[in-house]
């Protein structure tokens, strides 16, 4: 019997493997889901105790201090220490505890600033991370290295996951921790709710120009559950949607105000900065191993996330 203990379980990406577990359920698995309420993984004794009650044999280590780009600008100390906490008490508990296989979170957002493209697995510690986050990045590469370090010496398959952005249902909307997606929702929200919009301006920041991925937490949520089962390596593996999916922002913008049915006018607040243009990640890694991959398309993807805030605004994180 699998035990699988999914940390960070309350939040966008655990919610979302809890959604699909619950359509996906295999007799051989048992599945536990704690969120911050159950232990605070900042602290090793707490940790040690959620682990002595679950006993689990895999963990999906999802829980991480995550935040905006403001955030992260004005508490990088913050970011850096309490995520090799986190990451340092949960591996090494679970090395304690025999745990057979971890599944650890990076972000494409920890890629060295200075790079070529597309971005690929080999190249996480190729440079500095862009000064904005340096905290929260290095703090993530580190369990890259953790990752091998426990497998050089211990045997240990513990591993890591690459996604490009997330959005989706209980995504974080509140307005200076959200990343993009979730902070435009927010303030078309707030624009739509007394009904007549064709007189209101939505103000979008920067030119609307640049490009990302972004991946449907739905959809990240059954390629995590994939490498859970079936990825056997210790390298990195980037779970991104394909090159060909990226968006500009003013795609975004524009696939928004559809679901919202929103009638006003958009404006790009160009005084705003646009960051970098692009930071596309190649998925070809991903493809090789799953190459009928179906993402779900970025209209419905948006549709059912708005559809989701607007049927529970009032319990989701603003
Ligand atoms: P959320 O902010 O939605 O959730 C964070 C989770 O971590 C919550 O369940 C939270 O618990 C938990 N947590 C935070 N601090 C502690 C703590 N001290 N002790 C125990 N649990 C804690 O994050 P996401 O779901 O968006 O992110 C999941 C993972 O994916 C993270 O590792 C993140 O770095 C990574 N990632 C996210 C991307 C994105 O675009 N969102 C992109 C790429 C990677 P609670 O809510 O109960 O307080």
Redesign the pocket.
Known sequence: MKIVLV??????????IQSVIERDRRKEESWIF??????????KE?TRRLFEKHRPTHVI???????GLFHNMSHNLDFLR??I??NDNVLQTAHEHNVAKIV??????IFPDKTTYPIDETMVHNGPPHPSNYG?SYA?RLIDIANRGYHDQHDRLYTSV??????GP???FHPS?S?VIPGLMRRLYDLCKDGNTENKVFSVLGSGKPLRQFIY?IDLAKLIIWVLREYDSVEPIILSVDESQEKSIAQVAETLVQAFNFKGKVVYDTSAADGQYKKTASNGKLRRYLPDFQFTPFEQAIKETVDWYIKNYDCA?N
């Open positions: 940390t960070g379980g309350s939040g966008l990406v655990g919610r979302a704690v969120g911050s309420k159950d232990a605070d993984l900042c602290d707490s280590h999802l829980a991480a201090m995550v935040g309490n995520n906490h986190m650890s979170c990076l972000s494409t957002c929260y993530k690459i996604p490009c952005n997330v959005f209980n995504d974080n921790a990343h937490s994180r």
